[in-house]
């Protein structure tokens, strides 16, 4: 087994990486123009072979790992897998009338490039309910690391619910609500090209709740869900986003409507900066579960 790894997933590399597994070596070269040529050094012959890295924006981590793989391929590797904590695009596994299907269009580009398989945690909507295209894409869920994290907050604050702020994180919510045995709600909200709608909440609400999603991109959806929810009484508020993007400043606005705490994992190496900065968005990280999946496949 031979495990590269790009900047930034060092300790996913050495989390999952048992004593019989190698760390692969390669160099990235940039020509004058910007174009960029991948050389491995390596022998990759016969090798069962891993990438961990990301193909979320800009489009150079994508196509990066796209070369890398190449690279492993045409030099005789058994296979290639690809270990993406965070797998960027998932919110485009469907397309509508007159629209691209841009994950469906990157599944296929790297299945070219020699990747045979895709592992990640908690990708968006139906990818998790295995959709793949043409190759399969492992996923797990986050419910029991960040379950256990919970626990704490339900010890001290018994009567709290789960809340999704979108149907995309239906099953995860499902679960965590099982594994601590409390209450869950999944809210209407769609999405609009300019707004982001959340249809008025019927149910009574606890005073503290757990809102929950599968990512906080620019912070938009959860800022409306906590909105919906303070308007049905609920008045405190933690959040539990699997994939922190932070985009722009918009998500801190957050702390200014009654949340105390950002729960995130480390997926995205933003994620890993916002926390290391602003001590109310904690960080757990997938290392562990990672290793879990590693073990499995
Ligand atoms: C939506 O389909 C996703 O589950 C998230 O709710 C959404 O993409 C988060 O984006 P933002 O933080 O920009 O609202």
């Known amino acids: 087994m031979l495990i590269f790894y790009f900047d930034g997933f060092e300790e996913f590399a050495k989390g999952?990486?048992?004593?019989?597994?190698?760390?692969?070596?390669?160099?990235?070269?940039?020509?004058?123009?910007?174009?960029?040529?991948?050389?491995?050094?390596?022998?990759?012959t016969d090798k069962e072979c891993v990438i961990i890295g990301t193909i979320e924006p800009p489009a150079s981590n994508l196509f990066e790992v796209a070369k890398l793989s190449e690279a492993i391929m045409r030099n005789g590797a058994k296979?290639?897998?690809?270990?993406?904590?965070?797998?960027?695009?998932?919110?485009?596994?469907?397309?509508?009338?007159?629209?691209?299907?841009?994950?469906?269009?990157?599944?296929?580009?790297?299945?070219?490039?020699?990747?045979?398989?895709?592992?990640?945690?908690?990708?968006?909507?139906?990818?998790?309910?295995?959709?793949?295209?043409?190759?399969?894409?492992?996923?797990?869920?986050?419910t029991s690391i960040i379950a256990k994290e919970l626990e704490n907050i339900r010890s001290t604050d018994k009567d709290i619910m789960i809340i999704s702020a979108d149907r995309g994180y239906t099953n995860n919510t499902k679960s965590i609500a099982e594994e601590l045995n409390v209450p869950y709600l999944i809210l209407d909200t769609t999405h609009g090209k300019t707004e982001i709608i959340v249809s008025p909440?019927?149910?009574?609400?606890?005073?503290?709740?757990?809102?929950?999603?599968?990512?906080?991109?620019?912070?938009?959806?959860?800022?409306?869900?906590?909105?919906?929810?303070?308007?049905?009484?609920?008045?405190?508020?933690?959040?539990?986003?699997?994939?922190?993007?932070?985009?722009?400043?918009?998500?801190?606005?957050?702390?200014?409507?009654?949340?105390?705490?950002?729960?995130?994992?480390?997926s995205t190496k933003k994620a890993r900066e916002v926390a290391e900065k602003d001590k109310r968005v904690q960080l757990i990280t997938l290392v562990g579960m990672f290793r879990k999946i590693f073990e499995r496949y």
């Not at 692969?24 to 990759?44: A, M, R, Y």
């Not at 405190?236 to 009654?258: C, K, M, P, S």
């Open 79 to 142: 296979s290639v897998s690809l270990y993406a904590p965070y797998l960027a695009y998932t919110r485009q596994s469907e397309a509508g009338v007159g629209e691209g299907n841009t994950f469906h269009l990157i599944c296929a580009m790297l299945r070219v490039a020699g990747i045979d398989r895709i592992m990640t945690i908690d990708p968006h909507g139906k990818v998790a309910l295995g959709l793949s295209f043409g190759f399969p894409v492992h996923s797990v869920d986050s």
């Open 201 to 266: 909440i019927e149910k009574s609400l606890p005073k503290h709740v757990v809102v929950v999603d599968d990512m906080i991109d620019t912070g938009r959806t959860l800022i409306m869900a906590v909105k919906a929810l303070k308007l049905a009484g609920a008045e405190r508020f933690t959040i539990y986003a699997t994939h922190g993007l932070f985009v722009g400043d918009e998500w801190q606005e957050l702390f200014n409507l009654g949340v105390s705490r950002i729960i995130t994992t480390d």
């Open 16 to 44: 999952i990486t048992d004593d019989d597994a190698e760390i692969g070596k390669f160099s990235i070269e940039t020509f004058p123009d910007g174009e960029t040529l991948t050389s491995l050094n390596i022998d990759v």
